[in-house]
């Protein structure tokens, strides 16, 4: 845990919390996709959605 935790705030690196994952997966796709400055295809997109469900 420590080796992640000191390097939480560096600009590469986007922190995700599975308890937040669970509770709305489409959001925190779209963070994700943000950060990795993905564009997202809205036609698409609850299919995306469902595949990544758990």
Same mark, same amino acid.
């Given at each position: 845990?420590?080796?992640?935790w000191?390097? &939480? %705030?560096?600009?590469?690196? !986007? ?8 509770? @709305?997966?489409?959001?925190?796709? &779209? %963070?994700?996709?943000e950060? !990795? ?8 997109? @609850? ?8």
């Open positions: 845990m420590r080796s992640w000191e390097v &939480r %705030r560096l600009p590469n690196v !986007l922190m995700v919390h599975y308890a937040d994952l669970k509770a @709305d997966l489409p959001s925190q796709m &779209r %963070r994700i996709a950060f !990795l400055e993905i564009s997202v295809d809205e036609a698409q997109w @609850d299919t995306i959605v469902e595949h990544c469900t758990f």
